[in-house]
């Protein structure tokens, strides 16, 4: 089997970025010797976040803080590019604003239609397994990796292995049971929501809503907007929807400065100025979808409608699944208050959690080396630190915000600029690699 320098497992906007840096690059020295890749992708495309793609909705983050252009604001990966391609130019320059989240996806979608280097899609990676030489150094990795629809299996041989396969849904432990038809994380929101069965003629639909999140916002006006029947609870932990922190300062931690500071500083320092920044991208709404959902309360009292409720500062302590509807158990934070809720699907906005060593690399975790609380040792380019008996270079790419900061996992404000550093990094481990093969004596054990 032909060894790539590269395996990829994620073929989203973290691999798609990654693809890009590799591409511009051989297209600007053709006389390097091209690196070879392999992308695999779970999905049957890259598109991004593609049953959250609701009307009206928008990205968080200016336009140009792209795939590519803050790596080369000549890379034809650009969102710049797309508009041009698409023909729509001139009408975005009159739009001002952010861009809406149905215009983003399709040009993540057409990046991914960019490169060269065709992906494999329906493949999902579920090992990353160390291969060893007969002197005992790991310098090959084998990726196993299976179609979700028929379980086929593959094998891909690399140099070198990129995780970026982003972080996982959470679902909070009073939910898991439950999870399924009519209780379901909100990554699979309109796919899930097509899929219900329909009420009882003549009763409307009642959902709810878990979190405080943007995406909580938006699934809350969308529903109370698109459907003028059904009954939306929406259940937070505190006193309501907050805005984010959207001070011009605070947000200069999506700089690439920031990333460097944070790198430098010692893990209780990280967690305090992770503390900080949280404010700036989780569990708020931005002012849009604030003023659209206090209109909608408003509204919804003014006219008496009773169709939007707000139960602040409540929590769920209970689910029982049944045959036509979900019924859950609630308490009031601070009172204790006790209250039980019907409906007929709940929708967790739960947000995500960032594996600290993904499943995948289970096999290479006896060549990893730690620190002292047991993470990965992450170097600045986001590779992760092996032993001296493997040379493979092993990245982790959009799963390391514990080290890199806020700024390194789920925002696309440097996404290009990360896709950039393991690239660099990625050119000089395979110079490397081909030096210890040419020459045995330039190896140098741990990498």
Same mark, same amino acid.
């Given at each position: 089997?032909?060894?790539?320098?590269?395996?990829?497992?994620?073929?989203?906007?973290?691999?798609?970025?990654?693809?890009?840096?590799?591409?511009?690059?051989?297209?600007?020295?053709?006389?390097?010797?091209?690196?070879?890749?392999?992308?695999?992708?779970?999905?049957?495309?890259?598109?991004?976040?593609?049953?959250?793609?609701?009307?009206?909705?928008?990205?968080?983050?200016?336009?140009?803080?792209?795939?590519?252009?803050?790596?080369?604001?000549?890379?034809?990966?650009?969102?710049?590019?797309?508009?041009?391609?698409?023909?729509?130019?001139?009408?975005?320059?009159?739009?001002?604003?952010?861009?809406?989240?149905?215009?983003?996806?399709?040009?993540?979608?057409?990046?991914?239609?960019?490169?060269?280097?065709?992906?494999?899609?329906?493949?999902?990676?579920?090992?990353?397994?160390?291969?060893?030489?007969?002197?005992?150094?790991?310098?090959?990795?084998?990726?196993?990796?299976?179609?979700?629809?028929?379980?086929?299996?593959?094998?891909?041989?690399?140099?070198?292995?990129?995780?970026?396969?982003?972080?996982?849904?959470?679902?909070?432990?009073?939910?898991?049971?439950?999870?399924?038809?009519?209780?379901?994380?909100?990554?699979?929101?309109?796919?899930?929501?097509?899929?219900?069965?329909?009420?009882?003629?003549?009763?409307?639909?009642?959902?709810?809503?878990?979190?405080?999140?943007?995406?909580?916002?938006?699934?809350?006006?969308?529903?109370?907007?698109?459907?003028?029947?059904?009954?939306?609870?929406?259940?937070?932990?505190?006193?309501?929807?907050?805005?984010?922190?959207?001070?011009?300062?605070?947000?200069?931690?999506?700089?690439?400065?920031?990333?460097?500071?944070?790198?430098?500083?010692?893990?209780?320092?990280?967690?305090?100025?992770?503390?900080?920044?949280?404010?700036?991208?989780?569990?708020?709404?931005?002012?849009?979808?604030?003023?659209?959902?206090?209109?909608?309360?408003?509204?919804?009292?003014?006219?008496?409608?009773?169709?939007?409720?707000?139960?602040?500062?409540?929590?769920?302590?209970?689910?029982?699944?049944?045959?036509?509807?979900?019924?859950?158990?609630?308490?009031?934070?601070?009172?204790?208050?006790?209250?039980? #809720?019907?409906?007929?699907?709940?929708?967790?906005?739960?947000?995500?959690?960032?594996?600290?060593?993904?499943?995948?690399?289970?096999?290479?975790?006896? #060549?990893?080396?730690?620190?002292?609380?047991?993470?990965?040792?992450?170097?600045?380019?986001?590779?992760?630190?092996?032993?001296?008996?493997?040379?493979?270079?092993?990245?982790?790419?959009?799963?390391?915000?514990?080290?890199?900061?806020?700024?390194?996992?789920?925002?696309?404000?440097?996404?290009?600029?990360?896709?950039?550093?393991?690239?660099?990094?990625?050119?000089?481990?395979?110079?490397?690699?081909?030096?210890?093969?040419?020459?045995?004596?330039?190896?140098?054990?741990?990498?």
């Amino acid at each position: 089997m032909h060894v790539k320098d590269l395996v990829v497992a994620g073929f989203g906007p973290s691999g798609i970025s990654l693809a890009a840096a590799v591409e511009d690059h051989d297209d600007a020295h053709p006389q390097d010797p091209a690196l070879t890749a392999a992308y695999l992708e779970r999905a049957a495309d890259s598109a991004w976040q593609p049953y959250l793609v609701l009307p009206g909705t928008d990205i968080q983050h200016h336009f140009l803080r792209d795939l590519a252009t803050p790596r080369d604001a000549a890379s034809r990966f650009g969102f710049v590019p797309f508009l041009q391609q698409s023909g729509r130019f001139y009408e975005f320059t009159l739009l001002g604003g952010y861009v809406s989240r149905l215009e983003w996806s399709s040009y993540v979608q057409w990046a991914a239609s960019q490169v060269r280097q065709r992906p494999s899609y329906h493949r999902e990676v579920v090992a990353v397994e160390p291969v060893a030489d007969a002197d005992g150094v790991v310098r090959t990795a084998r990726v196993i990796s299976r179609d979700p629809r028929d379980g086929t299996r593959y094998e891909d041989l690399g140099r070198n292995v990129v995780i970026a396969t982003s972080h996982r849904p959470h679902i909070p432990e009073v939910f898991r049971a439950a999870a399924g038809e009519r209780v379901f994380h909100a990554h699979e929101f309109l796919l899930r929501a097509a899929a219900l069965p329909d009420p009882p003629e003549g009763r409307p639909r009642r959902w709810a809503v878990i979190g405080a999140g943007q995406t909580a916002g938006e699934i809350v006006l969308y529903l109370h907007g698109s459907d003028r029947r059904a009954e939306v609870h929406s259940l937070v932990r505190h006193a309501g929807f907050r805005m984010y922190e959207l001070g011009h300062f605070s947000n200069e931690v999506y700089f690439p400065q920031e990333t460097d500071y944070v790198y430098g500083l010692e893990r209780e320092a990280r967690d305090r100025v992770m503390e900080q920044a949280r404010a700036t991208n989780y569990a708020a709404v931005d002012p849009d979808v604030s003023t659209a959902l206090y209109a909608a309360s408003y509204q919804d009292g003014l006219t008496g409608t009773h169709r939007l409720s707000m139960h602040r500062r409540t929590e769920v302590t209970g689910v029982d699944v049944r045959d036509d509807n979900v019924v859950l158990e609630t308490a009031e934070v601070f009172t204790g208050a006790t209250g039980r #809720l019907e409906v007929d699907a709940v929708v967790l906005c739960t947000g995500y959690t960032e594996p600290r060593v993904p499943d995948q690399l289970a096999p290479f975790a006896s #060549l990893l080396t730690y620190e002292d609380d047991g993470l990965p040792v992450v170097t600045r380019s986001f590779r992760a630190v092996t032993t001296d008996a493997c040379e493979v270079g092993i990245y982790l790419d959009g799963v390391t915000e514990w080290r890199h900061g806020i700024a390194s996992a789920t925002s696309f404000s440097q996404m290009a600029l990360k896709a950039d550093a393991v690239h660099r990094d990625l050119r000089e481990q395979l110079a490397r690699q081909r030096a210890a093969v040419t020459d045995p004596a330039t190896a140098s054990g741990a990498v």
